[in-house]
């Protein structure tokens, strides 16, 4: 049967629907439940309208999904200047071919469009080109028709073109994901391959990813991830197909992924097992998408686990070792995001991916590859068995090495992975020995929270050094960590707060360097007004060692830090309560405090803490509560609350500062009933 494209003759009904409807400057969402006979497209139906007369297909649904798939931004399609009037030859030349492409037979569209591919379908002014002079829309029609040849050129031109952010959006539009996801079901496999890629291309918007889902693509695209060829070394050229059909579906789930609702629908439909399978594929071509499929769903708690389950950890590992640099780095990146959970590190260090990690940092060049390295050997490191590794690796010194001219996202993981590593001692040694200090104290005056929050953690523990701590006085540190506090993000002056601690305990004369802060006491006081249980947790940690100069404990006081102790004492933290206790424990040595912390309502929940489960809590409280024991009033209190029959409890305890400071309460507690009854009896 012969089919005309010139003839003037009526459209069929859809055609003619969806040319009135791009006539009328609306972009129909076309979804054919029959395929149609190629028929006569003419210039009329297919002219392109203004932007500003086009609506956006499923507009309604942005608006009401908006609120749930806010993982990514929405693509901003970047605008041409209009009116230029600088026409390219290339630009004139496609649109004599879409003369063609309009209004001919099969045989000559098919011919007009594999010319039309001769041009640079990569520039810029022939995707515009396409575009402008209506083309795109036949494009589009000519997927809806039964002529194989037409639509797999026509597919080939979108595939290509679809890499324009502008051309994404317009195919979207003009309701051309929809066909592709229905191509997804043809028989052909040249077919499905081409419609998978493009939509590889165009699902970079969270609107094109959501029509995917919703046009029942996911289900169709994992799909093409069935085949009996995984791990085959010899393929005949059926099974070669069958493999390229798999890459072309890996690439639109990878770009799908993108979006969490695709995730799910990724995981119901069953494509964990297979991505499994293909992860195991020798060819790079396709486990390169697999793994960034992988990666992307690595965010949710549900793929980690069944990445660990389904042994892809050991595979994740073997591609480290790959001479593809793209998919060393999707795998490292993988583990970074899988590096959360314990028993995920101690695969990675049991299949041997430590050591690939510590090679890798050799890399510097890439540093895309090089981020997603620092990353997993800073998750890695979380573990200790893992850092005692690294420090056979030599990776503490390399990891030093990266501290200069390198990006931010670099440097996060960099100095994230240096904060794990000082769990062991030897490595702070190690940051100081190779010149660490220096360009670490000097990321303080930067505003990438992340890395201040990591900064912090590695110099608040070198701190604990004296050594290193003599460099970080010299180079004025503990005044940039202290300017920190003002940092509005709670992690950054948590972390400042923790890091001033060790700064305190191990600076000479540190209670003069304090007092040298202006307004420092007044911002450490006024942190005790912060929501964020972290802030109070190490302001209160900081209280404890300031005040042990008489001279600051003093200004604090001044500063209203009783009060203001008093008021978080009803916290059900025990992080809080621990170094709560131990702040009012040391406030409780100036002046009449002890008893202002009686008259602020502080004593009777501290009884309380005396119940909690951790030791540590247990072991601050009494100390806590033999120093305001010294105040008679707090007396009564306390033993009004029972607190004696839970100290004496403790008085057998093994840790010998409880004990002590729990025998101490009960004693103050005991002088003063004795003293009661020998003022009331004689």
Not at 388 to 401: H, Q
Not at 626 to 650: Q, R
Request: net charge neutral; charged share 25%; hydrophobic share 40%.
């Amino acid at each position: 049967m012969v089919f005309f494209f010139n003839k003037k003759k009526p459209l069929s009904d859809k055609a003619t629907k969806r040319g009135t409807e791009v006539e009328e400057g609306r972009s129909s969402t076309v979804t054919p439940k029959t395929k149609k006979k190629v028929s006569c497209i003419s210039t009329e139906s297919v002219r392109m309208q203004p932007a500003s007369k086009r609506k956006t297909s499923g507009m309604s649904e942005d608006v009401s999904e908006s609120s749930s798939e806010t993982d990514e931004d929405e693509e901003q399609p970047v605008r041409r200047q209009e009116g230029d009037t600088d026409l390219s030859a290339e630009y004139w030349g496609i649109q004599k071919l879409v003369k063609y492409v309009k209004g001919g037979d099969p045989t000559v569209t098919v011919i007009a469009l594999c010319s039309m591919r001769d041009f640079n379908l990569a520039q810029e002014a022939c995707q515009m080109a396409i575009r402008d002079i209506g083309c795109l829309e036949v494009l589009i029609n000519l997927l809806d028709t039964e002529e194989i040849k037409c639509q797999i050129a026509s597919l080939k031109i979108l595939k290509e073109i679809s890499q324009n952010t502008q051309i994404r959006h317009a195919i979207a539009d003009l309701g051309g994901l929809e066909i592709m996801v229905q191509i997804l079901d043809s028989p052909d496999r040249d077919l499905k391959c081409l419609a998978a890629e493009t939509i590889a291309n165009i699902a970079q918007f969270k609107r094109a990813r959501r029509t995917v889902r919703q046009q029942g693509g996911i289900k169709r695209l994992v799909g093409l991830l069935e085949c009996i060829s995984v791990g085959s070394t010899s393929l005949t050229s059926y099974q070669a197909k069958d493999t390229e059909i798999a890459r072309c579906g890996a690439l639109a789930l990878w770009s799908c992924s993108r979006s969490v609702k695709n995730r799910e629908a990724i995981r119901k439909a069953g494509g964990i097992p297979l991505l499994a399978r293909w992860l195991k594929c020798s060819d790079a071509n396709i486990v390169i998408p697999v793994v960034g499929t992988l990666e992307e769903c690595a965010s949710e708690p549900s793929y980690r686990l069944a990445i660990r389950t389904e042994g892809m950890i050991e595979y994740l590992v073997k591609n480290l070792s790959s001479e593809h640099e793209e998919l060393q780095m999707h795998s490292a990146s993988a583990i970074f995001k899988c590096g959360e959970d314990k028993e995920t590190r101690d695969l990675v260090r049991q299949h041997g991916g430590l050591q690939p990690l510590s090679v890798l940092l050799g890399n510097s060049e890439n540093k895309q590859l090089l981020a997603a390295v620092t990353g997993a050997i800073w998750k890695c490191a979380i573990s200790e068995e893992n850092v005692s590794k690294f420090r056979e690796y030599k990776v503490v010194e390399a990891l030093v090495g990266l501290l200069t001219d390198q990006p931010e996202e670099v440097l996060v993981n960099v100095i994230g992975a240096l904060g794990e590593c000082c769990q062991e001692p030897v490595n702070r040694s190690t940051i100081r020995r190779c010149g660490g200090i220096p360009p670490l104290v000097q990321l303080l005056s930067g505003t990438n929270q992340a890395l201040l929050v990591n900064v912090n953690k590695v110099l608040g523990a070198c701190a604990t050094e004296p050594d290193a701590m003599i460099i970080i006085d010299h180079l004025d540190g503990v005044r940039l960590i202290w300017s920190l506090l003002k940092n509005p993000n709670p992690d950054v002056q948590a972390t400042a707060a923790w890091a001033i601690c060790p700064c305190i305990e191990n600076a000479k004369d540190s209670g003069e360097m304090v007092r040298s802060f202006v307004g420092g006491l007044e911002l450490i006081v006024n942190l005790l007004k912060s929501n964020n249980k972290e802030v109070l947790a190490s302001v209160c940690a900081a209280i404890t060692n300031i005040a042990k100069d008489e001279e600051n404990l003093a200004v604090l006081t001044d500063h209203g830090v009783v009060p203001l102790l008093s008021k978080l004492a009803n916290t059900t933290n025990n992080k809080l309560r621990r170094h709560l206790a131990e702040a009012i424990s040391r406030c409780c040595m100036w002046g009449s405090n002890r008893v202002t912390f009686g008259e602020s309502k502080a004593v009777a929940p501290l009884v309380r803490y005396l119940k909690s489960n951790d030791p540590a809590v247990h072991r601050a409280t009494a100390q806590a509560l033999y120093e305001l024991s010294e105040d008679p009033n707090n007396c009564i209190t306390m033993h009004e609350n029972g607190v004696v029959k839970l100290l004496l409890a403790m008085v057998g305890s093994t840790d010998e500062t409880l004990q002590e400071a729990a025998a101490g309460c009960i004693a103050n507690i005991r002088r003063l009933a004795l003293a009661t009854e020998k003022a009331k009896y004689g």
